[in-house]
């Protein structure tokens, strides 16, 4: 009986395992996908892998954790290009006087690893979206001149 149990123990914690992977594979973007994300912006025309980009910080997993274009001379339109939920592990946002216009999504609210928020000298406009609420890390948020 003893015998029985352990192997039972064994065979449920083993398909607890795989289903806690898949379900991590299925809800978590890839690198793949960050780099699809940030290629569908148009800021970058690269072929390479997004980490070896200008203006793209990675961490060890090849996650995207900062982008940095301020002052970049790219003339980027609107800040809903970026895919917001492509970038759960994102810490800093740093667009000065790229050209952004438009206003900023309500799907900033997203990105809850944000601690830097920075876009100042664009062309924003409009309301602030209430999801900034949902960025419990962030520690600055620079929007003067726009």
């Known amino acids: ?13 083993v398909v607890t395992m795989i289903l806690f992977s898949l379900a991590n594979a ?3 973007p890839s690198s793949t996908d960050e780099g699809e994300a940030l290629r569908s912006t148009g800021w970058w025309n690269s072929t390479s892998a997004h980490f070896t980009w200008d203006g793209v910080v990675c961490n060890e997993r ?19 290009k970026l895919k917001f939920s492509s970038f759960p592990s994102l810490v800093g946002l740093f667009l000065s006087n790229c050209g952004l216009n438009g206003s ?23 309301e602030l979206p209430l999801s900034l609420a949902n960025l419990t890390q962030l520690k600055y948020l620079f929007l003067h001149s726009n």
């Open 1 to 13: 009986m003893a015998s029985f149990i352990s192997t039972a123990g064994v065979v449920v914690w």
């Open 26 to 28: 299925v809800s978590s």
């Open 62 to 80: 090849g996650s995207v954790t900062e982008i940095h274009l301020s002052y970049s001379g790219k003339k980027s339109g609107e800040l809903s």
């Open 104 to 126: 900023i999504p309500h799907q900033i609210g997203t990105l809850t690893q944000l601690t830097y928020f920075i876009l100042p000298q664009n062309n924003l406009i409009g």
